[in-house]
């Protein structure tokens, strides 16, 4: 009454198949990140020194370094956190928390839904409109770094809010059932075991903002500039429109400069996610429930 | 002279409803001072809405409606301006230990430190004293600094008792508290309760019809969200004028 049947013997040919499937499917996906990666290191690695990131561009952009590109990526990203990190965490901690489900919270979810849809390119009119000309703003650090802002919003809320969804609802019953307040609950018990998870989903975002091009390009980065921005309401260079400059705007640069420059970029997205990895796996050991 | 009631809490008409669905309905009883007070029922009876009824945790739950009064020394739990000071007063063990990630002394102490109480002294001495109601201080004396999350689930339940007992509550509800512990450590927590009766009220929620039976001087029988019997603890398994639901649910016969 053990033996095979027919039908026995078809489930594990198409169980043997799918799985062979699935297996060449996933393989697919690691061919593009290891053709990429290895195709910039190998095209950019001769460009790339201390020099390569501490000096200034030279002889019209064709030579020398990109000093001022990375220095204004940092800053328009700095900026960029320093507004959307506190408006996002307090947002997803109204609405993982406080907030009752009803058409208000309904409304609220819906435009992050949508404001994450939006096309970068309709984020930096936006921010053309809003901070350059409406507040008066001006080209400058300010006013990228707040469209920036605005475009990441929505992932800073997403992922803090699954964060700390991630803490057990027992949890938060339990400091409650002692008599403690909803924000002693949430700054001693889900703050403390959801930090990690929120730290990881903002360095996430971080690496996404730093390859945003569209948006700095029209309302804050510059071309080329002779100086070091000073203060956010100054111009400034940045690491991804560099790249697009140096590989389509200017005549006779060496080929190996915009793969430096891809690879600088593509580097600190790297380090950043691997930041990211390693909070995660610090979470995960310390999550003992 | 005004004699204080013999009752800690009295129910009356409580009802209490997720949405559209009712799960209790029209609830009368009286829980005396000092008394173990035992509810048993099968699931979905609708007794740990009635727990969650007593502490107004309906206004932390989307969607759970309560109505009806519950007086807790003769006034009703909504006429407490402070929710907060409400829940102090009634110390909860929930049937799935939650030791907090926090260290077992930050379990304990958590509460009171939220009061505002700073004196590590003070502290430290009601770490013991509540380790100790809950049966818990010598297995854990030497590491009252590691994780209270990392204990067994029997040990998490004795430290949530000990948490629980921090503020002196004088009610004490426990919902199934034995469902995630071993039989001897459900033994010892049973003498606990036996113990701790002597200063608190305690409302006990199982699913043991045995265990309240041992511990129980009243007993409330719940069935689909009614509270169908009240009584004497022996007059709901021996009586002669019985509900037949109760018999049948005492003797076994479902649930």
């Known amino acids: 009454m053990f033996e095979r049947t027919v039908k026995d013997q078809r489930n594990q040919r198409t169980e043997r198949l799918f799985r062979i499937l699935f297996l060449l499917m996933s393989g697919v996906l690691i061919v593009p990140v290891f053709a990429v990666l290895g195709f910039l290191f190998y095209k950019g690695a001769p460009a790339l020194s201390w020099a390569f ?43 993982s928390e406080y907030a009752k489900d009803n058409w208000m919270t309904r409304v609220i979810n819906l435009a992050i839904i949508n404001l ?63 008599g403690n307040t909803r924000w002693q609950t949430i700054r001693h018990v889900v703050l403390p075991n959801s930090g990690s998870g929120i730290l990881t989903g903002i360095i996430l975002e971080v690496s996404r903002t730093v390859g945003e091009t569209v948006p700095v390009m029209f309302t804050g980065a510059a071309f080329f500039l002779p100086y070091l921005p000073t203060s956010v ?48 796996s610090r979470l995960r050991r310390r999550k003992k429930w | 002279m005004v004699a204080l009631p013999a009752n800690k809490l009295e129910i009356r008409g409580l009802d209490v409803s997720y949405g559209q669905k009712r799960v209790l309905r029209d609830v009368d009883l009286d829980v ?14 609708g007794k740990t809405s009635f727990l969650r009824a007593l502490n107004r945790m309906d206004e932390m739950t989307s969607g759970m409606q309560v109505s009806g009064q519950v007086l807790l020394d003769g006034a009703d739990v909504r006429s407490w301006r402070n ?54 201080w010598e297995e854990v004396k030497d590491r009252l600094d590691s994780l209270g999350s990392m204990l067994s689930g029997g ?74 019997e009240v009584g004497k603890t022996e007059s709901l398994f021996h009586g002669d004028h019985r509900d037949p639901r109760t018999v049948d649910y005492v003797e076994g016969r479902f649930g």
């Open chain 1, 53 to 95: 990131l501490t000096t200034w561009p030279e002889d019209g952009m064709t030579a020398g370094g990109i000093l001022p590109a990375l220095f204004g990526t940092l800053w328009l990203v700095g900026v960029a956190l320093l507004v959307s990190v506190p408006i996002g965490v307090a947002a997803a901690i109204y609405l």
């Open chain 1, 116 to 178: 994450a849809g939006v096309p970068s390119i309709v984020h930096a009119l936006f921010g053309v409109g809003a901070f350059v000309l409406f507040f008066e703003f001006g080209t400058s650090i300010l006013a990228a770094s707040l469209t920036l802002a605005v475009m990441t919003l929505p992932v800073v809320i997403v992922s803090t809010r699954e964060a700390l969804q991630a803490v057990p609802q027992a949890f938060r019953e339990a400091s409650w059932s002692l």
């Open chain 1, 233 to 280: 309401f100054d111009q400034t260079m940045a690491m991804s429109l560099h790249l697009f400059v140096v590989t389509t705007q200017v005549p006779g640069v060496p080929e190996q400069l915009p793969f430096g420059v891809a690879l600088v970029l593509i580097l600190m997205v790297l380090v950043l996610n691997s930041a990211s990895i390693l909070f995660r």
């Open chain 2, 32 to 45: 005396p001072a000092n008394q173990i007070f035992g509810i048993i029922g099968p699931a979905n009876s």
């Open chain 2, 83 to 136: 929710v907060y000071a409400l829940r102090a007063r009634i110390g909860v063990v929930f049937p799935l230990p939650v030791g907090l990630p926090m260290t077992i002394r930050q379990n304990v102490t958590f509460a009171p430190r939220m009061r505002g109480q700073k004196n590590k002294a003070r502290l430290d001495e009601l770490v013991e004293r509540c380790l100790r109601r809950a049966a818990l």
């Open chain 2, 155 to 228: 040990q998490q339940q004795r430290l949530t008792i000990a948490r629980a007992l921090s503020q002196e509550p004088d009610i004490l509800l426990l919902d199934e508290f034995s469902i995630a512990v071993d039989p001897v450590t459900t033994m010892r927590i049973e003498d606990v309760l036996k113990e701790l009766k002597q200063e608190m009220t305690i409302v006990l929620v199982t699913n043991l019809v045995q265990q309240a039976r041992r511990l129980a001087d009243r007993t409330a029988f719940f069935l689909n969200g009614e509270c169908v």
